[in-house]
């Protein structure tokens, strides 16, 4: 079993539409989470922090159940600008990342 | 203030070579870590390196060895490579190996092709 798990997609949504991508993690050590933002190409970039109260921020809502070792991300009001790769991502000791292979999310207008 | 940034930013080696690649850090930061992404895979991690020192290990093969110089840049070697080590080589660093609340920036990456 894979330690981070997420659901390959792609989703393929039209602008405007809310998305739910969901992740869950095997290891009940893990000790913060993350969702990162990959474009083609190009290497990941932090796109928030995760907290099991909850986060906001802007159009995008995170979301930590420990409980069930699940970590979700929701976008609302989708811009093309979203179309990305989001990566969801543990950390069980020091800062080493744990990576999920990843959700693709293409936006179209 | 210069992000992380990494050479070569594309090379090309055929199986049995050695290849280094090279890193520096985000300016301040002491830490860096490598990290190996496949094509449709999200990046495993390699190893990670502090003062100087290997501090944690992912699960790959001895022929991946490292070194952090004293201004904390790195290298990353590889030896005798592989077809499967074709991939993109992503280096990232962070202030503190030990705390997994500081954010780590990553490098643009080397995209490794072997033939």
């Known amino acids: 079993r894979k330690e981070v798990e997420q659901d390959p997609g792609p989703f393929n949504v039209p602008e405007g539409a809310t998305v739910a991508f969901n992740c869950t993690y095997s290891n009940s050590a893990s000790q913060s989470f993350f969702w990162y933002r990959q474009d083609c190409r190009k290497e990941p970039k932090l796109l928030m922090s995760?907290?099991?109260s909850g986060n906001e921020d802007g159009r995008f809502t995170a979301q930590l159940n420990r409980a069930s070792q699940y970590i979700s991300l929701l976008i609302r009001d989708s811009k093309l600008s979203d179309s990305a790769t989001y990566l969801c991502v543990v950390t069980v000791y020091g800062n080493k990342l744990v990576f999920g292979a990843g959700t693709i999310l293409r936006v179209k207008s | 203030d210069a992000g992380v940034t990494q050479s070569p930013t594309h090379l090309i080696k055929t199986r049995g070579q050695q290849v280094t690649l090279r890193c520096s850090p985000k300016?301040?930061?002491?830490?860096v870590s490598w990290y190996q992404q496949a094509l449709g895979q999200g990046p495993q991690f390699i190893f990670q390196?502090?003062?100087?020192?290997?501090?944690q290990r992912g699960n790959f093969p001895d022929r991946f060895s490292g070194h952090q110089f004293p201004n904390y840049s790195s290298e990353l070697n590889v030896n005798a490579l592989l077809l499967g080590d074709s991939a993109l080589y992503l280096c990232a660093s962070s202030l503190v190996p030990d705390s997994s609340y500081n954010e780590q920036f990553f490098g643009p990456g080397t995209r490794l092709t072997v033939l």
């Open positions: 390196y502090y003062e100087e020192e290997e501090r």
């Open positions: 300016s301040g930061h002491d830490t």
């Open positions: 995760v907290y099991s």
